[in-house]
């Protein structure tokens, strides 16, 4: 799915993989990267996959006040998100590792049928789940 135009365009530089460091060109964001205790690490810096978790609910909540305001509809301000990121080897045998993702989206201002259908247009929009779609397997619960 190519973009039409790019309005935005994030840098960063990261050395060392999964025990190093991480930065964006501007500096506001410069984090230590370290494997998780359960990947055999020492678990005290950010990973990868919580990056990821942080950066698909942010984009996620983003889409779905985009999707509020096209249909009129005013949006608790404690709108939030909790997303789970999972890291694991293939299944079937296949070679080499993937990621699942969970958001369990907490709705507020809306009733739940509502929410559920502006969840699942804001599915469609947002760029982390076009960018994850029939290659991620994405769950989402609307709570």
Known sequence: MAIEKAVYTAHATVTGGRDGAGKTDDGKLDVKLQIPKEMGGTGEGTNPEQLFAVGYAACFLGALK?????????????????SSVSFGPLADGAKGFGIAVTLEIHVGGVD??????????????????????????????VV
């Open 66 to 82: 985009v999707v509020a305001g096209e249909a009129k509809e005013r949006l608790d301000p404690a709108t939030s998100i909790n």
């Open 112 to 141: 739940h049928t509502k929410a559920v259908e502006m969840v699942n247009a804001a599915h469609v929009i947002c760029p982390y789940s076009n960018a994850t779609r029939n290659n991620v397997d994405v769950t989402l619960t």
